[in-house]
């Protein structure tokens, strides 16, 4: 994946001066050789202001852009807590267990210790991320620097983002629109474009030596008879315009995703419809949201982060059929017909993530609307249609709404083997509780049409990121025994 970034890990520990500095260091040696992956082990054991200092000026020299302190013993409640303050990158605070050693000279206190550390955050408002339970020994903080290292890097990436819009969103889809001070509360910068500016960008690379090959690799992905192959020049040629666009625009961002008008001028302006090529962005962790959905893309981009895969955007769309339920999925799957839908876009999602029929195709709805009555689809071809593989998937989003408040939704489920036998790239999805969680969470709290999905369940990590954010406001599908506060308990 491109355009997310690599954390690297470091571990500094702290000591209180009145318990053994030995103890730490000894305790933090044991979870260097306990954690897998790469974690720079900081020499310099905090104890005071000065050792905070030197502490953070090595791990910076070191390139670390995540850290874990580590409460080896009581620790230090300010110094510690300064290190969040000093350092640039997110710090997650954990603590030792006792266990290894006598419970004279060597019991550290790390457990309370703890306490007074998330007190003293607190205090300074400063933001740290602790784990479920932060006590563990070796092994047990081993585990929790590996859940760390994903929420790091959504961390980093939202720090580090820049989106770049194309377009005011379309009339009738105010649902999109949302205010853009949500943004700069999370540090994320926005880049607002007209329409025009990026036609004249694609007008520019007319003729770009870059396109064949584009073209080339755009064929091969597709496979012969499952594309337009007078189709591929504008669409690589648009392709590479986004990319140019990127990189000179990110300026001193580290990563980009985009929020882009993608109708009703675009297909007859530019001579075909996006949705392929903003899937083939989305593969390489560049998400484009259709329709200027900001926090969408905001969305997308923090799932990619976080499984290091595509993802996609799509509308909670449509209901499934009865009939289909009572023959495809009853019996067959633990899921009530209120329990599934159909997550529906024109064409955007990765075709890694679709089944083997995918293919370019063109847009039905769109066709009818600008293309004249009867004539054969032009440029209104470009979207990538199909069924959405079955799996893991967590359906999620993240949201600023009309009062400037963030908030959010959470929800695991499946993209279930189940043709759907409609246009557009589509799939079948099953969240147990849906029904009550549309009503309840998705209507009751006014959230728009479209959901970001990542494949596989990070329900767990994102819901970590989110808090960490600063989002009060995290929803999920409660089971029947959690009422939601809307839901009528006589019903």
């Given at each position: 994946m491109q355009n997310i970034p690599e954390v690297k890990l470091g571990i500094i520990a702290v000591s209180r001066d009145c318990f053994p500095i030995g103890l730490s260091i000894r305790r933090r040696e044991a979870i260097k050789a306990a954690y897998k992956g790469d974690l720079y082990e900081c020499p310099v054991t905090v104890e005071n202001e000065k050792d905070m200092l030197k502490a953070v000026a090595d791990v910076k020299a070191a390139e670390c852009n995540a850290l874990v302190v580590f409460l080896g013993n009581f620790g230090p409640e300010t110094p510690e807590t300064l290190i969040a303050k000093n350092?640039?990158?997110?710090?997650?605070?954990?603590?030792?267990?006792?266990?290894?050693?006598?419970?004279?000279?060597?019991?550290?206190?790390?457990?309370?210790?703890?306490?007074?550390?998330?007190?003293?955050?607190?205090?300074?408002?400063?933001?740290?991320?602790?784990?479920?339970?932060?006590?563990?020994?070796?092994?047990?903080?081993?585990?929790?620097?590996?859940?760390?290292?994903?929420?790091?890097?959504?961390?980093?990436?939202?720090?580090?983002?820049?989106?770049?819009?194309?377009?005011?969103?379309?009339?009738?889809?105010?649902?999109?629109?949302?205010?853009?001070?949500?943004?700069?509360?999370?540090?994320?910068?926005?880049?607002?474009?007209?329409?025009?500016?990026?036609?004249?960008?694609?007008?520019?690379?007319?003729?770009?030596?870059?396109?064949?090959?584009?073209?080339?690799?755009?064929?091969?992905?597709?496979?012969?008879?499952?594309?337009?192959?007078?189709?591929?020049?504008?669409?690589?040629?648009?392709?590479?315009?986004?990319?140019?666009?990127?990189?000179?625009?990110?300026?001193?961002?580290?990563?980009?995703?985009?929020?882009?008008?993608?109708?009703?001028?675009?297909?007859?302006?530019?001579?075909?419809?996006?949705?392929?090529?903003?899937?083939?962005?989305?593969?390489?962790?560049?998400?484009?949201?259709?329709?200027?959905?900001?926090?969408?893309?905001?969305?997308?981009?923090?799932?990619?982060?976080?499984?290091?895969?595509?993802?996609?955007?799509?509308?909670?769309?449509?209901?499934?059929?009865?009939q289909m339920w009572e023959e495809q999925i009853k019996g067959k799957f633990d899921y009530t017909l209120t329990d599934t839908f159909m997550g529906f876009h024109c064409g955007n999602t990765p075709s890694c993530k679709m089944c083997d029929s995918r293919a370019i195709k063109y847009q039905l709805i769109q066709h009818r609307l600008l293309e004249p009555e009867g004539s054969d689809p032009d440029f209104t071809r470009g979207t990538l249609e199909g069924d959405i593989a079955p799996g893991e998937i967590t359906f999620y989003r993240l949201q600023c709404d009309s009062e400037g408040n963030l908030r959010s939704y959470i929800a695991e489920g499946e993209v279930l083997p189940v043709a759907t036998t409609s246009f557009g790239g589509i799939g079948v999805f099953a969240i147990h509780e849906m029904g009550r969680f549309y009503r309840h969470v998705l209507i009751q709290k006014r959230y728009p049409h479209h959901g970001a999905v990542a494949f596989g369940h990070h329900g767990k990590t994102l819901f970590e990121v989110f808090k960490f954010l600063g989002v009060q406001d995290i929803a999920y599908n409660q089971p029947k025994a959690l009422p939601y506060p809307t839901e009528n308990p006589f019903a």
């Open positions: 350092f640039d990158g997110p710090c997650m605070f954990v603590a030792a267990a006792e266990g290894d050693g006598d419970l004279i000279n060597g019991r550290g206190d790390a457990y309370c210790g703890m306490l007074n550390c998330s007190y003293n955050l607190g205090m300074r408002h400063l933001k740290g991320y602790i784990p479920e339970y932060p006590v563990g020994t070796a092994d047990d903080i081993a585990k929790m620097i590996g859940d760390f290292v994903p929420v790091a890097r959504a961390i980093i990436g939202v720090q580090n983002l820049k989106i770049i819009t194309f377009g005011p969103r379309p009339q009738d889809f105010f649902a999109c629109n949302a205010p853009i001070k949500g943004l700069y509360e999370l540090g994320v910068e926005i880049e607002e474009n007209s329409e025009l500016d990026l036609l004249v960008s694609y007008k520019e690379h007319a003729g770009d030596p870059r396109i064949a090959d584009v073209c080339k690799d755009m064929a091969a992905e597709m496979g012969e008879g499952r594309y337009f192959p007078d189709m591929l020049e504008r669409m690589a040629q648009f392709e590479l315009t986004l990319l140019d666009w990127a990189e000179a625009h990110k300026g001193a961002r580290k990563y980009v995703a985009f929020a882009d008008k993608c109708w009703p001028a675009f297909p007859e302006q530019f001579g075909f419809e996006p949705c392929y090529v903003n899937s083939r962005l989305a593969s390489r962790g560049i998400p484009v949201s259709c329709e200027v959905d900001i926090y969408g893309a905001l969305s997308e981009y923090i799932g990619s982060c976080i499984s290091e895969d595509s993802v996609t955007i799509l509308d909670i769309n449509n209901s499934v059929p009865a």
